[in-house]
């Protein structure tokens, strides 16, 4: 198997302004993008593949003259692995709010010429699908494949399905959830907090002080980072080990092996992502529950899906666990849709949407592999 090699980022301008779910409107935004693969003659090979939290339209690749830049699923995006990219066409499409390329936080706001900051518009679920859809038709596809995602990714499949039913024939949403639990929610919250009463926050407005909220990107990071391990994931790769051999009998310095992985990966964070950026897609996460206008009556809400679905959960992962996509697999069946629904056992946590889980890519590739066969892409 081998990679999709060099790619470049592509972008395309919208002067239309966007509708928001907030009753705001983003206009004049750009949307950045890759593709990998051929689009086949009638456009019916496309594959969007939708990105999580820190995520972007990288998915697979490298980037000429960098090191480091392999795609975040590279691992399953190419010729000859899962999702073949010598018969799909995979697109992956940066979210409007992100701080990876299309229009955020970071961007000139046109009605006052400076840095939007804390100013952008908050964005939803529902907000990038209608984004994405609007790059596919400057695109001309108007049906897709298949709509991937894993978390955050996985909510935007689902919202694909429900948005846009005629649009997508078949939504693969892996290690993901309908809504966010109370406690989940809470996460976030934490993470917030630590970057909004960080000193160099300026109320989101820091470009304009010359500083980068980084205590509180690197905290944030830290607790998301708990949530998406398990802990027998966390016993197995560091346990009780301690950094210098024997206890140093500090408060304040690092002791432990996990105390130091935590903070090199809050410190990694802190380097390249956004703060603003951060709150926007947490709080886009908060809101994601499509059974709200249903009363919260997720079968009601699922009632406009057409496409067939593959839900996969894997037994480790405490914040999406396996019970959230249980509670789709039902709402599903109880609207008579075509569903198939994988629970692997796999100790990784979260994270193993991302990992190189045999079973798991078994399954992914026989997914496509059926999709690909009734289309006629084989």
Same mark, same amino acid.
């Given at each position: ?13 919208? $002067?239309? $302004? ?12 750009? /949307? ?33 003259? *960098? &090191? ?14 899962? /999702? &073949? ?20 936080? @970071? ?17 939803t679920v529902e907000d990038?699908?209608?984004? *994405?859809?609007? =790059? ?6 108007? *049906? =897709? ?8 990714? +996985? ?51 820091? *470009? ?5 909220? %980084? ?13 998406? =391990? ?6 197995? %790769?560091?346990?009780?080990? @301690?950094? +210098? ?43 994601? &529950? ?7 009556? /997720?079968? $009601? ?17 405490w914040r999406f666990s ?7 697999? %039902?709402?599903?069946? &109880? ?6 629904? $994988? ?20 399954? =992914? ?14």
């Amino acid at each position: 198997m081998h990679s999709v090699g060099q790619v470049t980022p592509q972008s395309l301008h919208f $002067a239309a $302004a966007l509708p928001l779910q907030s009753g705001a409107a983003l206009r004049d935004y750009t /949307l950045v993008y890759e593709t990998y693969g051929t689009l086949n003659a009638d456009k019916s090979n496309a594959v969007l593949v939708c990105h999580a939290l820190n995520a972007s339209h990288h998915v697979a690749g490298t980037y000429a003259g *960098q &090191d480091k830049s392999e795609g975040w699923w590279d691992n399953l995006v190419g010729p000859g692995k899962p /999702l &073949d990219t010598n018969r799909f066409f995979v697109i992956g499409v940066n979210n409007p709010g992100s701080c990876f390329g299309s229009t955020g936080p @970071m961007h000139t706001n046109p009605d006052t010429g400076r840095p939007y900051g804390a100013d952008f518009p908050v964005v939803t679920v529902e907000d990038w699908v209608d984004a *994405q859809a609007r =790059l596919l038709d400057r695109l001309g596809i108007t *049906q =897709l494949a298949a709509v991937l995602g894993g978390s955050l990714g +996985g909510m935007q499949a689902l919202s694909w399905s429900l948005r846009y039913p005629e649009r997508l024939r078949h939504c693969i949403a892996v290690a993901t959830a309908p809504n966010l639990s109370a406690q989940n929610i809470a996460f976030n919250e934490v993470a917030r907090r630590a970057i909004i009463t960080d000193p160099d926050f300026h109320g989101g407005h820091y *470009q304009a002080h010359g500083v980068v909220p %980084k205590r509180g990107l690197r905290v944030a990071r830290m607790i998301g980072h708990i949530t998406y =391990l398990s802990d027998d994931a966390m016993e197995a %790769k560091f346990g009780r080990g @301690m950094k +210098g051999g024997a206890p140093g009998y500090s408060t304040q310095d690092i002791e432990f092996e996990i105390e130091s992985y935590l903070r090199y990966q809050g410190d990694k964070f802190s380097e390249y992502f956004d703060a603003n950026t951060y709150l926007l897609i947490t709080r886009a996460l908060d809101y994601f &529950d499509p059974a709200r206008a249903y009363e919260g009556d /997720l079968t $009601a809400a699922g009632a406009a899906a057409r496409c067939q679905f593959q839900l996969v959960s894997f037994t480790t992962d405490w914040r999406f666990s396996p019970a959230r996509s249980r509670e789709i697999v %039902k709402a599903l069946l &109880d609207n008579r849709r075509d569903v198939s629904y $994988a629970e692997i056992e796999a100790p990784h946590g979260h994270d193993a949407f991302l990992l190189d889980d045999a079973r798991y890519h078994h399954l =992914l590739r026989a997914c496509f592999d059926n999709i690909a066969r009734e289309a006629g892409h084989v």
